[in-house]
């Protein structure tokens, strides 16, 4: 009977291969969406006892999961991947990326796009506002010039 590792790092080495699969999704989906299909028994070989299942959402911005992926060994060991990865990392510091697994173990990443407090604050103010303010700020720099 084969014994199986009883630790949180039981696919590290499952994402570790997929890797460049998964860095480039994430280029990928800056465009639109992307899916790829895992074959189901690499992970059921991993852990067959898996009480909640494979699937899963991660949301990751920055270094860290930006929704609750305690119960989810698969995902947090996916963020531990990503993390190592010097693209990945530098794609997460650029927007926020979805990971989503469902029963069927296929994966969808999608980009969701960061919006800065300057391109909050000018899409909430009237384009007439923003021409007055950019009207300001080239007087001055002629003043100042």
């Given amino acids: 009977m ?3 590792p009883v630790n ?6 499952l994402w570790n291969k997929y890797k460049p699969v998964l860095v480039k999704l994430m280029r990928d989906a800056a ?8 074959i189901p028994h690499e992970f059921r070989d991993l852990n067959p006892k898996e009480r909640g299942g494979h699937s899963f959402t991660l949301e990751a911005y920055k270094r860290r999961a930006q929704n609750n992926i305690k ?26 990326y979805e990971f989503k697994m469902d029963k069927q173990f296929k994966l969808t990443v999608t980009r969701h796009a960061i919006e800065t407090a300057e391109e909050a604050s ?12 950019e ?6 720099t002629k003043e100042n010039a």
């Fill in 122 to 133: 000018e899409e909430a103010q009237p384009e007439s506002e923003v021409k007055e303010v």
């Fill in 2 to 4: 084969p014994s199986y």
């Fill in 31 to 38: 465009e639109s969406p992307q899916e790829y299909q895992f």
């Fill in 71 to 96: 119960m989810s060994v698969v995902a947090q060991d996916l963020l531990e991947i990503l993390l190592k990865s010097n693209t990945a990392y530098e794609l997460m510091e650029e927007a926020m």
């Fill in 135 to 140: 009207e300001i700020k080239e007087e001055e």
């Fill in 8 to 13: 949180h790092s039981l696919y590290v080495l």
